[in-house]
């Protein structure tokens, strides 16, 4: 998939989709929740608050220039070949589509700012809701290292 952080930090959101699997975690995000923004071969680049749940791509707007328009329609750094394959091809099918989820940043660094650290957690799921160890011991090190609450 084409997903670009900067789209995210941007406009405020996160995203997952093609297929159930991808998208069904996402959908469990509640307003008020926390989100720790990990991606893959990466590292973590972002925390945040989730402010919606889970929207499907042609039912989510995003701020520009002060107008709230569809993100499918967005100037996004998406190039159009990949617009029309990633958000518009599955628009209509619920199983395959986008699904966004708003987020007000609390902090979000650019990639090459992302924090990747032996023993951090990691996950194969579009989110999840943790409790091992090593899920402790990444959000303390975030915290301290972001200065985050």
């Known amino acids: ?12 959101f996160i995203s997952a989709g ?15 929740a ?40 967005a100037p996004l750094e998406l190039i159009e070949k990949e617009r029309e394959g990633f958000l518009k091809k599955y628009a209509n099918n619920e199983e395959k589509a986008e ?17 990747k650290q032996l023993g951090f957690f990691g996950n194969q799921n579009s989110a999840c809701k943790p409790k091992v160890s090593d899920w402790i011991f990444t959000v303390d090190t975030l915290k301290k290292k972001w200065g985050v609450n």
């Open 1 to 12: 998939m084409g997903r670009h952080w900067e789209d995210a930090r941007k406009y405020g």
């Open 18 to 32: 093609g297929g159930r699997w991808y998208s069904r975690s996402l959908k469990q995000l509640s307003e008020g």
């Open 34 to 73: 926390r989100v720790w923004v990990n991606i893959p071969r990466t590292g973590y680049v972002g925390v945040g608050i989730v402010e919606e749940k889970a929207t499907i791509a042609k039912d989510f707007s995003v701020n520009v220039d002060n107008k709230m328009i569809p993100i499918i329609d």
């Open 99 to 115: 699904y966004f989820v708003r987020v007000k940043w609390i902090k979000s660094f650019p990639l090459d700012q992302a924090v």
